[in-house]
């Protein structure tokens, strides 16, 4: 039996006092950071608010998770954010953050590969960079525009090993960034109440599949049979980023997306010979139309994917949606 499991060592008393222990390091924590709200904040702030496109925060591991829920509080705060993985960004996801977006990025100890990995491209195409560290003198924060500082003199963990007070903090400054934003964009009450066409919230409960997808000719279909040139043709003139492959009665087979593109050119496979079936992917997964806009978002993020079909009960082939539809849509 796993001795942190043995029942026989547990102790109410040695419970307590560390629930009390942790609590305390993490409001101390949290409470050392009120003294770093200073000019790196107010101009983070402002790069924010000026930023024409959209703010993508990323983090690996347990930063991750608190990414995950910064973007979230933006987006519903009324800054347009999203979450980009970072090992999925250096294997084309990188291509959904351009010029005009700011890069949000934590790491604790700011030495994350997969995240100091994507810094060169994101220069060069001049995107700004705003790191969220728990050391100033890290290689992420000597490379960022703007540098956060959410360090912690301990974790709550008894070993100072597992990610705790750390991860609060930084969650603590990701909400204050949100809460300075909210204010400065004057987003009220009124617009949280809106449901149509701003209030992220009320869309994100109101608004359905079948009200951001693209129907009928706007979808890109091909049978299993087309070769594979004219389904990338068919593809790009799509605008999806994905084509379908069906069979004559429009059920869905498969599906081919920029992604299966850039892995066959990674493979080095002819896609000049063989038909689309040789490199689809086949039984994608898919969503109905009645489903909540909000429930695809949640699919894509979970499933690391950027597009969605869209079938009816007998997997017919009535639509599709992306994440920019998403965006359009304002369900992010």
Known sequence: MNPSTN?????????????????SIEAAAVEALKCRIN?????????ILNCHGRLIVSGMGKSGHIARKIAATMASTGTPA???????????????????????????????GELLSILPALKRQGAKIISMTGAPTSTLAREADIHLDAGVEQEACPHN????????????????????LLDARGFGPEDFARSHPGGSLGRRLLTHVR???????????????????DAIIAMSRGGLGLVAVTDPANVVLGIFTDGDLRRAFEKRIDLQQGDIA???HPNPRTISPERLAVEAVEMMERLRINALLVVDAENHL??????HDLFTAKVI
Do not use: C, W
């Not at 000019?39 to 790069?47: C, K, N, P």
């Not at 009200?211 to 040139?229: F, N």
């Not at 009535?318 to 994440?323: Q, S, T």
């Open 82 to 112: 999203y979450f980009v993985h970072p090992a999925e960004a250096s294997h084309g996801d990188l291509g959904m953050i351009t010029r005009d977006d700011v890069l949000l990025a934590l790491s604790n100890s700011g030495e994350s």
């Open 278 to 280: 040789s490199v689809m």
């Open 161 to 180: 090993l597992a990610p705790t007070a750390s991860t609060t903090a930084a969650l603590a400054l990701g909400d204050a960034l949100a809460v300075a």
């Open 318 to 323: 009535i639509g599709a949606l992306n994440m």
């Open 7 to 23: 029942p026989h060592r547990f102790s109410p008393e040695r419970a307590l006092e560390l629930g009390r222990q942790t609590l």
């Open 211 to 229: 009200d951001v997808m693209r129907a009928d000719d706007k979808v890109p279909a091909v049978t299993p049979a087309t070769p594979i040139t």
């Open 39 to 47: 000019g790196d904040f107010a101009r983070a702030v402002e790069l």
